[in-house]
């Protein structure tokens, strides 16, 4: 049984930083792709940061150079390191686990299998 356990969100002013903590657990696959998502009210759900088994990262454009997805294998923790936090950054943040692919690439976001409950992110202008 996969359980992802988000933690760390929280409200924090413009320019503040946040940490976003993900414990997995039951994780089936040998090469997996980790990812956060979020999804502001009304809008549709968006991935925000992905890593790999092999630590290759990628980001959403919107938070390059700003956040920060690692991870800890011998915590089985996936994090998100949010600096220079925007008002555009509110919203629930959710911890996904995949398989990744055979081109070792991560799947799009309806074939991640596992979710955490989600962690809110509230910043103010």
């Known amino acids: 049984q996969v359980q992802l356990v988000e933690s760390g969100g929280g409200s924090v002013q413009s320019g503040g930083s946040l940490r976003l903590s993900c414990a997995a657990s039951g994780y089936p696959y040998a090469t997996y792709c980790m990812a956060w998502f979020r999804q502001a009210p009304g809008m549709e759900r968006e991935g925000v940061a992905t890593?790999?088994?092999?630590?290759?990262?990628s980001y959403a454009n919107s938070v390059k150079g700003r956040f920060t997805i690692s991870q800890d294998n011998a915590k089985n923790t996936l994090y998100l390191q949010m600096n220079s936090l925007e008002p555009e950054d509110t919203a629930m943040y959710y911890c996904a686990a995949g398989e990744l692919g055979s081109d070792y690439d991560c799947p799009p976001l309806a074939d991640f299998d596992y979710w955490g409950q989600g962690t809110q992110v509230t910043v103010s202008s």
């Open positions: 890593i790999d088994s092999f630590g290759s990262t």
